[in-house]
């Protein structure tokens, strides 16, 4: 059956933001807001698809009137530009979000998680909170363990020193349904194994 938000002429053109969108000083370029603005002028829908939360990816969405769908949380939800239509959330499973949490505090690596409010640490490190909001733009809340442990989670992100994830075993971090995705060379990010 035809749907009533996608129907079957609709052209859909998704585009990252980091590293793809977004310059290395995390603006849009003039040329990058033209290249948009074609797409749309010929009918396609742009929808800005990112591994960031949904509060970091406003301003650009702001920034590109026309634009009307988000992915964020690397797949964990699939919303409108407003964020009141909510197409899909994925969340990990309450353990595996104790267990990843668990293990990356033991194995010395920072955490931080992103719920639907928005993106939370139980941890101290000033300098992988920094390094965290000068890339983001945000920076994440401090949140009690047993606070967070409470929220669904679409995502747990381990910090570190790049070296320090080489003596990482997986296996005995992560188990089905959770998938571990290297997305930068001081982040090792986990989420539903379904999420993509």
């Known amino acids: 059956p035809r749907s009533t938000l996608f129907p079957y002429t609709t052209l859909f053109r998704s585009i990252d933001l980091d590293g793809t969108l977004l310059g290395p000083d ?3 370029s003039d040329a ?4 948009v603005k074609r797409l749309q002028a010929v009918g396609a829908q742009v929808v800005l698809a ?3 939360h949904f509060n970091s990816m406003r301003k650009y969405v702001a920034a590109l009137p026309g634009v009307q769908w988000v992915v964020s ?3 964990g939800e699939v919303s409108d530009a407003n964020r009141t239509t909510i197409l899909s959330r994925q969340f990990l499973p309450a353990a595996a979000v104790e267990k990843t949490l668990e293990a990356g505090h033991a194995l010395g690596f920072s955490t931080v998680a992103y719920t639907v409010e928005g993106v939370f640490t139980d941890s ?3 300098f992988e909170m920094d390094f965290y909001t000068d890339l983001v733009g945000q920076r994440p809340v401090v949140l009690d363990r047993s606070e967070l442990l409470a929220r669904d989670v679409f995502k747990v992100i381990w910090m570190g020193e790049p070296a320090d ?3 990482v075993v997986l296996a005995d971090a992560v188990s089905p349904p959770v998938q571990a995705v290297r997305t930068n ?4 990010e986990f ?3 379904a999420v993509s």
Request: net charge positive; proline share 4%; with cysteine.
């Open 191 to 193: 989420m539903p194994a």
């Open 50 to 52: 990112s591994g960031r």
């Open 73 to 75: 949380c690397q797949g």
């Open 26 to 28: 995390h603006a849009i």
């Open 124 to 126: 101290a490190s000033d």
């Open 32 to 35: 990058n807001a033209q290249a």
């Open 185 to 188: 060379t001081r982040f090792l």
């Open 165 to 167: 994830f080489s003596r």
